[in-house]
């Protein structure tokens, strides 16, 4: 059984990859390659084409791929996120491709057991879908971490005691999103009156909570402790 659902899953990036064959982070392409980017290999990017070995940092959260459990598939895959191109790639038969987003899509792994889930959004001009890493889940209303790493062009000196900048990859501050009741990922509304808006009946017990612990409502680990609280209400 196992066996028939790997075949299924490498036949399913197989046809992905005959399907998409333009730049990297569109869903489930697969790139002919038997290591990390960190090859002379030539990608895309905003800015032109330029070689990842010229770059410093990374595109990915973790670099290594490690063992996770993907929805509806049985056997366990390596995986690794690339918060670049916002695409979880697989490796399978030294092959790399990146996971179809589909609605509800869930990545769990084992290491950390930090979990990743594909929701619906609106970033800056259209509605997409992308993986948020699961802070807390709830029933009715979930918190979302989304990932992000950006390309910071390389900076030449314009004056003589200057030094040359390279370009890099540097990790960004998470945005915080929420879900209700499995919805499309909104923003975290940045105001706490409006945090606690979201807690309907229950806002004074969540309130009274925050405060006798001393958690803020702008750190990211004090809010995952208050949306864990919340969800067992």
Known sequence: ??????????????????????????????????SSHSSNQAL???TGDIK???????????????????????AYVNARYNAYTDEMELEIKNEI???IKISE?????????????VFDFQDEVEVKKGFFRLLSEGEGISLLAKESI????????????????????????????????????????NKKKNMLKLFSSNSNAIEEYAKKNKLGFKNKE????IFNYFNTL
Do not use: W
């Not at 066996?3 to 569109?26: C, D, E, R, Y």
């Not at 990915?60 to 929805?71: E, W």
């Not at 390309?151 to 900048?165: A, C, L, N, S």
């Not at 004090?222 to 402790?225: A, C, P």
């Open 44 to 46: 895309y990017f905003n």
């Open 1 to 34: 059984m196992k066996k028939i659902l790997k075949f299924s899953l490498v036949m399913l990036l197989i046809i992905q990859h005959n399907f998409a064959q333009t730049k990297p982070g569109n869903a489930g392409q697969i790139m002919s390659v038997t």
């Open 105 to 117: 899509l869930k990545v769990v792994f084992q290491s950390d057991k930090s979990t990743y889930k």
């Open 222 to 225: 004090d809010l995952t402790k």
């Open 97 to 99: 491709g990146y996971l």
């Open 52 to 74: 990842m070995s010229d770059i410093d940092g990374s595109t990915y959260i973790n670099d290594d791929f490690s063992l996770a459990k993907v929805s509806n598939i049985e």
């Open 150 to 189: 950006k390309f910071h062009k390389e900076k030449m000196p314009t004056r003589g005691y200057e030094k040359r900048t390279p370009a890099t990859f540097k990790r960004s501050k998470d945005k915080l999103f929420i879900s209700l009741k499995n919805s499309s990922a909104t923003k975290l509304p």
